[in-house]
């Protein structure tokens, strides 16, 4: 099992940008069911991107062309960028390891994203 724990939430005006940082222990290297993902107020957890490696990076269309995810192996840490916030980005975000055939299985805490206009 990986350790994971989110951070870099906070509160920020409407399209103003964040970075999150998911730092995971022992490591993951070899891990390519790296994500992001979200829980609104009221609503269920979503997926936000995926970054199977470097080369290779999936978004959700609501933030496609906002949101930028990373991985740094060698630092065993995951970021998401985020620009353009809008208030339905709202919610706890959470990075998470998603393993064929079991979902995911590891998670973050997470941490609070309030965007306000």
């Known amino acids: 099992q990986v350790q994971l724990e989110e951070s870099g939430g906070g509160l920020v005006q409407a399209g103003g940008n964040l970075t999150l940082s998911c730092a995971a222990s022992?490591?993951?290297?070899?891990?390519?069911?790296l994500g992001w993902y979200r829980q609104a107020p009221g609503k269920q957890r979503e997926l936000v991107a995926q970054i199977p490696n470097d080369d290779s990076k999936n978004y959700a269309g609501s933030v496609k062309g906002r949101f930028i995810i990373s991985r740094d192996d060698s630092k065993n840490t995951m970021y998401l960028e985020m620009n353009d916030l809008k208030a339905e980005d709202t919610g706890v975000y959470f990075c998470?390891?998603?393993?064929?055939?079991?979902?995911?299985?590891?998670w973050g805490k997470g941490t609070l994203v309030a965007v306000f206009s």
């Open positions: 998470g390891i998603y393993r064929v055939p079991f979902g995911v299985t590891d």
């Open positions: 022992p490591t993951i290297s070899g891990i390519n069911g």
